[in-house]
């Protein structure tokens, strides 16, 4: 048996050694024998533990271990395979691969393809056990059987039907959870599944208000209530009181369509309470019948209201889940499925809600933790996995069950001084970033899986410290239990994971230490990851001062930040008590039976404009006792005046202000009317397109050859530096629309990752390569930072502030001449983009999520006008950079390469390189071998991986050129071609000018300078792409719509007979670029993080406070 | 254990008809529902019988009792309790002994050779223990049966030792708590509407009565403590019930008992007929537009 099949398959520490330790040791031969034993377990092993283990095993050789002893020979992919794996036929692309693997050889790109294919199926797996786990709990097994009406088997309890002609409403109030620890994100349902012993969570259920809201500070209740009640007519009619949207649902298909409107949450708890059974979806029946078996009246429905007070999106403190829950828990009530109409749940029951909200989030494509619905419980409680035992659904799969056990702590454990220690002592804040958990959710179950030794040790310390931080909370040491919470968070957490912690948050932990000292005593992460919801613990003496001066800090560190970091909102600081009820009902009749106020605002203007007779009993009686309500009490008070003011809104100054801005900011960055209002009437007529993107399909594309790297040419690079004929161009005009999928901070600024001992952005990293070159080679290297009207002004000031990383060599900006408005996308294009183009298609439940969106994003484009500005959103967030031609293109229009010239005159070559190329350098071997073949232009390149997508290096029609992904008139021309663009440049200065029809001379020549820029773009493609951005909006929520824009991009220069182009291969670590924030885990463990830090020298710099 | 008495219960308020009404019975002989539920009694070895009555009904019930009056006993619930006090209204009828119990608004069609009372009555002399009827059922019908939840009794496939009893549960419960090895998935044992009962059941009534105070106590509150305090056991049976109070439960009820029955092909043909009579009418209807 291999060495790694007896770790899946021991029991005791044997089964925890890790993955590493034994492959560190094997050369490829013995690796590739490993594969090959592992590959031959996992399909035939009956185990789904084993399986996944060993899937995980084959990805990490595959990932990390082979491409270390292979090399990286360009090799290609075969493209069946990535098919396969598009399509989610793992099983089938995995066989691909490996038949290549079989008949070429082993190689990096087969392995970088493998890799992917057997992580994608180890987490598919996962999430089919987790999901049969979730349909196999007993009381979910009959809603998947329940697929016709006639087989709908819920009646309503008959006290919700009693009080014509307005029936009561059922109230169920619940609190959120606080975790104290989560001992690593043992919640995962995998790590629960298989490794129950380390599955525990120490949480407390909270109640909620926003520190100083309005004045006078509300006191804290449950944040999270959802309302119930029969309606006259037959429709399940849903409100979401904080998002502001309504709808009357009419039938199944509207249940189950969940991103057609803002009430996704609320279907998926109507769907998992049963009310409309999961197995009923698909089904062509009316509604209407299956309300009336429910009601037991012809003609009736059901309302369902939910509201979120106050609390913003991020929170860490599970408000989606335990929202989900409490809407699960009021139908659930509602259907008697739970005992109790009113009041608390029994324990049995808080079970079933609990594992319906699982259901629930795995139905609207979210995915929580098992410890989530924490909120239904009461008070502080130890959350546990537990061994499967005979008579459970998991027994004989996994080692754990999927729903854990919830031990409430009593009085006696913790007593009651303890709580209230604990509440004289935490400010619990919203930081106001609202991120992403899912992509760390993954890496812990990777790095479960694999038991990397630190990362493994970092688990056993999480364990050991859920002890301590329980026996501090015993023993009520508030200090203590702070220092431990510091610990866990400053030790295993990020040892585990380093992305849980950031700038932004360890910047306020020092200020805390630094303005309280001693009486600081810990920081406390909630939830994922930290930025979000945080906790800080203060002597109690000094908590008031701490709640205000924690608000205003954090203010300040976000505006110091918030081009850098993506914020979703301002900061705010919470009131709390720790819930000792859980989630409790109430039944409101007659005069008592009111909607939440914020309801009225919704429900009333429409009301008020229907005739009188025309309104059913129900709401007759509804409006009579809101107004009665108005009069008499507090919580109604002012809201004639609200309704009022919805009836009759005050104009549009928002949106009008907001076209203002925009107008103004369009004029001062020299926006093109008259080119817009072309690319417009080109795009609506068809002319241009992502389907014209491509070149004419007749076109001969074929795979061309790098140069290799040329050690020998190194001497010519050392000397063109030492004399000063070297630049550099950071291009700095982008957003990272990737990396915060469309939030809109400056990546260049953004404090991606931790190296030499602190967080850095890229731009100090890019100044920190040039420092040491510059020192290495004995001249000071001009570096220009390219800017755009979206990051010029942050990126001067933060040089400024930052003074400029202590780099000591001139440092320009190179401020960005050309600006577009984003259009609303054709309909073509984005079926274009979805239909017609190779997707990675999703898991069923997300993709079936993903294709509600899009046709919800197509409905929008032809409501809002497809083609015309988009204009409803920040007017920041309305314009675009015009692609990175640009960016270079203006080193002549602006000034910046006279600047250069004047400052080094010997001036000849420039470094061109993308922000995110972070193992870009001057190195003299690549810049030798470009002085050497006489090129006006040396492109980077790299051998293909599966992941490098977007075009690369090819003969095109004879003419070895850069080819744009964009441009290929078919998908699988691109796993053709086994070189990728790294988009690092080496641009000779005067072979450049005379492409451009100029000479250094002529440079001074504004005029001149723009008609030579204007003539070459006009022979330059324009694409025409779609773009996510954000819209904000509410409280922390977020909306991504795509938009469509064009750009021009560099690599097609390449194609210009009169530029004379060469192309070296480069190492990976050199060429790779940075484009989504998933990528970094990977990229620190590959000794890609290494590699560039080995090029930087680091100045002590200020920090960004 | 000899079962001698029987209770049968008709006091509810707007069901209280429905025992009156005349039926044709297997052998074409014109009965009240009471009439047969009475006989069925006595062939299940019973000698006296307590019927249960809205006060001012005796009268009318003793009539439909046909010639068997003079071995019933009408006893009224004064207040309309519910279920389990109308139940207990015969406590002092059955004192120490055993009892069987049949609702008054249900006609029992039996398909095997012994009918289904009388099956009970000798299962529990057999097994000293009460004993309730149940059969496997869809759980889109649960909303109208109680349920039980218990294993089966080893070398019998239609014996089960009763463990739970939950009034007209939902699917949700009945898969927590009531799932019974061997039934078929989505299907639960729900209470027939026959059970043979010992005193004991009267004594948990009288307890759970005292205690609520006025509040409705039904017969699986009952049961439910009865299946904790001893042995209590159900038998699956493969006859008919017939719920007279259901829409058409009348007419269907009795198509029932004349389909099983001696005048089976008279009616099977007067359906027929019926039926053809129709869709030729329709058919002239339609050629006459």
């Given amino acids: 048996m291999s060495r790694l099949t007896s770790i899946i398959t021991s029991c005791g520490e044997k089964r925890d050694l890790a993955l590493d330790a034994v492959c560190r040791g094997l050369d490829l031969a013995g690796l590739l024998e490993e594969c090959r034993a592992m590959e031959r377990f996992r399909r035939e092993t009956d185990s789904f533990y084993e399986r996944v283990r060993a899937l995980f095993f084959l990805y990490a050789m595959h990932r990390f271990h082979l491409p270390r002893v292979v090399g990286d020979a360009p090799r290609l992919i075969p493209f069946d395979g990535y098919e396969n794996l598009l399509q989610r036929r793992f099983e089938e692309a995995i066989e691909v691969f490996l038949a290549a693997q079989e008949r070429e050889g082993a190689s990096a790109a087969i392995s970088s393809a493998l890799a992917a294919s057997y992580r994608a199926l180890g987490f598919q797996t996962l999430a089919d056990q987790v999901r049969r786990s979730v349909r196999s709990v007993r009381g979910n097994q009959w809603m998947f059987r329940a697929g016709h009406t006639e087989n709908y088997p819920l009646r309503l309890r008959k006290e919700l039907l009693q009080g014509e002609p307005a029936f009561p409403i059922l109230r169920e109030a619940t609190p959120v959870r606080m975790d104290l620890t989560h001992s690593g994100w043992s919640d995962i349902f995998f790590l629960g599944m298989d490794f129950p012993e ?58 189950f369509d969940f991103p057609r409107d803002y009430l996704g949450l609320l279907k998926a708890g109507v769907i998992a309470s049963g009310l409309v059974p999961p197995g009923i979806e698909g089904s062509t029946e009316p509604l209407e019948p299956l309300l009336e078996r429910l009601t037991g009246r012809t003609g009736h429905g059901i309302e369902l209201v939910t509201c979120v007070n106050d609390i913003p999106k991020g929170s860490r403190l599970a408000v989606s889940t335990n929202l989900l829950a409490s809407i699960i828990a009021v139908c659930m009530r509602a259907t008697a499925q739970i005992r109790t109409l009113t009041g608390g749940m029994e324990e049995a029951d808080r079970r079933i809600v609990a594992a319906r909200a699982i259901l629930g989030e795995w139905l609207g494509g979210s995915g929580g933790g098992w410890q989530d619905s924490g909120g239904v419980w009461p008070g502080i409680k130890l959350i546990h996995g537990v061994n499967a035992a005979q008579g459970d659904p998991e027994y004989g799969i996994s080692r754990g069950r999927l729903l854990p056990d919830h031990k409430v702590f009593s009085r006696t454990e913790i007593p009651t001084a303890t709580r209230e220690k604990l509440e004289a002592s935490l400010v619990l804040v919203h930081g106001g970033m609202a991120q992403d958990v899912g992509p760390i959710l993954e890496m812990v179950t990777e790095k479960y899986l694999l038991r990397s030794e630190l990362e493994w040790q970092g688990r056993r310390e999480a364990i050991r410290l859920l002890d301590e931080i329980t026996g501090h909370l015993q023993r009520g040491d508030m200090r203590a239990l702070g220092a431990s919470l510091q610990r866990n968070f400053e030790g295993p957490l990020q040892t585990i994971i380093p992305w849980a912690a950031n700038l932004y948050t360890n910047t306020l932990i020092e200020r ?73 009902a109430v039944l409101c009749r007659d005069a008592e039976a009111l909607m939440p106020a914020a309801y009225y605002t919704l429900h009333v203007p429409p009301l008020v404009r229907t005739r009188m007779p025309r309104l059913s009993a129900v709401r007759r009686t509804e409006l009579e006792r809101f107004t009665a309500a108005c009069r008499t009490r507090s919580e109604y008070a002012g809201m004639v005046e609200t309704i009022f003011d919805h009836l009759l809104p005050a104009g549009q100054m928002t949106a009008d202000g907001a076209g203002q801005s925009l107008k103004d900011l369009l004029q001062a960055y020299g926006f093109d009317r008259v080119q817009h209002e072309q690319i417009r009437q080109e795009l609506r007529a068809g002319r241009i397109g992502l389907a014209q993107n491509r070149l004419p399909d007749t076109s001969l594309i074929e795979d061309a050859e790098a140069d290799p790297l040329d050690e020998s040419h190194r001497e010519t690079g050392i000397d063109a530096l030492a004399v000063g004929q070297v630049a550099v161009v950071s291009l700095a005009g982008g957003v990272g629309t990737r990396w915060t999928r469309g939030a809109g901070v400056v990546k260049a600024l953004h404090p991606f990752c931790k190296l030499g001992g602190r967080y850095r952005n890229f731009l100090e990293v890019h100044l920190a390569k040039s420092l040491r070159a510059s020192r290495q080679y004995g001249a000071e290297i001009p570096h220009v930072i390219t800017t755009s009207y979206l990051t010029h002004e942050a990126i001067a000031a933060h040089l400024d502030a930052e003074a400029n990383y202590g780099y000591p060599g001139p440092l320009l900006l190179s401020p960005g ?33 993903r294709e509600g969106l899009h046709a919800a994003l197509i409905a ?45 005159p010997r001036l000849r070559s420039i470094l061109v390189h993308n922000i995110d190329t972070v193992g870009a350098s001057v190195d003299a071997a690549v810049l030798g071998v470009h002085l050497a073949s006489g090129a006006g232009m040396t492109t980077e390149v790299i051998a293909r991986h599966l992941e490098d997508r977007g075009g690369g290096l090819a003969r095109v029609d004879g003419r070895v050129r850069l080819v744009e992904g964009l441009a290929l008139p078919r998908e699988e021309l691109e796993s053709r071609l086994r070189y990728y663009n790294s988009a690092t440049y080496w641009i000779d200065v005067d072979k450049l000018l005379a492409a451009f029809g100029l000479t250094r001379a002529m440079l001074e020549d504004a005029a001149q300078v723009d008609a030579a820029v204007r003539a070459l773009a006009m022979r330059m493609p324009t694409y025409v792409t779609l773009k996510d951005v954000k819209k904000r909006w509410g409280k922390g929520q977020e909306d991504v719509f795509p938009v469509a824009q064009f750009e021009k991009l560099w690599g097609d220069m390449t194609a210009l007979p009169e530029l004379q182009c060469r192309f070296v291969e480069v190492p990976r670590v050199r060429g790779q670029q940075l484009k989504e924030p998933a990528q970094l885990d990977a990229w620190l463990r590959d000794g890609s993080a290494a590699y560039a830090e080995g090029l930087c020298t680091w100045r002590e710099s200020q920090s960004l406070e | 254990m000899q079962v001698r008495k029987a209770i049968l219960t008709a006091a509810a308020r707007t069901q209280r008809a ?43 019930y003793a009539q439909a009792a046909g010639p068997h009056g003079a071995c019933v006993t009408f006893i009224p619930q004064p207040e309309p309790l519910g279920y389990g006090h109308a139940l207990y209204c015969g406590h002092e009828f059955t004192g120490s002994d055993p009892f069987l119990h049949m609702v008054g608004d249900h006609l029992y069609v039996s398909t095997g050779t012994t009918p289904s009372a009388r099956r009970l009555v000798e299962l529990a002399g057999q097994e000293r223990c009460s004993v309730s009827g149940v059969q496997p059922t869809r759980e889109s019908l649960l909303p109208r049966y109680g349920t039980v939840g218990g294993r089966r009794v080893s070398g019998r496939s239609d014996l089960y030792r009763v463990e739970t009893v939950i009034e007209k549960p939902t699917p949700t419960e009945a898969e927590q708590r009531l799932l019974v090895p061997g039934i078929r998935t989505g299907s639960y044992l729900c209470f027939f509407g026959i059970h043979v009962l010992t005193p004991k059941v009267m004594e948990i009534l009288g307890r759970k009565l005292a205690e609520a105070k006025g509040q409705p106590v039904t017969l699986v509150d009952a049961l439910a403590e009865l299946a904790r305090q001893e042995q209590y056991l159900a038998v699956e049976d493969t006859g008919r019930r017939y719920d007279l109070g259901d829409p ?16 089976r092909t008279e009616v099977l043909r007067q359906i027929l007929e019926l039926m053809a009579d129709r869709e030729l009418a329709r058919s002239e209807a339609g050629a006459a537009r």
């Fill in chain 1, 860 to 904: 929008w484009a032809r409501s809002a006008g497809e083609g015309s500005d988009y204009t409803a959103n920040l007017p920041l967030q309305c314009l675009h950079p015009v692609g990175h031609w640009f960016e270079v293109a203006n080193l002549l229009r602006n000034g910046t390469l006279l600047q250069l010239i004047a400052i080094r």
């Fill in chain 1, 198 to 255: 380390g599955a525990r969570v120490v949480n407390a259920s909270i109640n909620l208000a926003v520190h100083g809201a309005g004045g006078s500070a509300p006191s804290p209740r449950p944040p999270v209530e959802a309302w119930f009640r029969v309606i006259d007519e037959p429709v399940i009619r849903l409100t979401s009181v904080d998002l502001k949207a309504t709808a009357d649902v009419r039938s199944f298909d509207e249940v």
């Fill in chain 2, 18 to 60: 429905l025992p009156l009404q005349t039926l044709i019975d297997s052998e074409g002989n014109k009965k009240a529902l009471l009439e047969i539920l009475i006989e069925q009694s006595l062939a299940a070895g019973v000698e006296e019988i307590a019927v249960v009555v809205f006060p001012g009904d005796e009268t009318s």
């Fill in chain 2, 248 to 263: 058409y439960g009348l007419l269907i009820a009795q198509l029932a008992m004349a389909l099983s029955g001696r005048d």
């Fill in chain 1, 817 to 849: 001449r050309t600006i577009g408005l984003r259009m609303v996308p054709m309909e073509r294009d984005l079926r274009f983009a979805w239909e017609e183009t190779p997707q990675q298609m999703l898991d069923a439940q997300a993709q079936k999520q």
């Fill in chain 1, 512 to 584: 805390a230490r630094r303005e309280w000292g001693e009486d600081f005593w810990g920081f406390w992460m909630l939830g994922g990851m930290s930025g979000g919801g945080m906790g800080f613990l203060f002597n109690p003496q000094r908590k008031a001062e701490a709640q205000t001066r924690m608000q205003t800090m954090m203010s300040q560190t976000r505006r110091a930040m918030e081009h850098c970091v993506p914020f979703a909102m301002e900061p705010v600081v919470y009131d709390f008590t720790i819930n000792e009820q859980g989630s409790q």
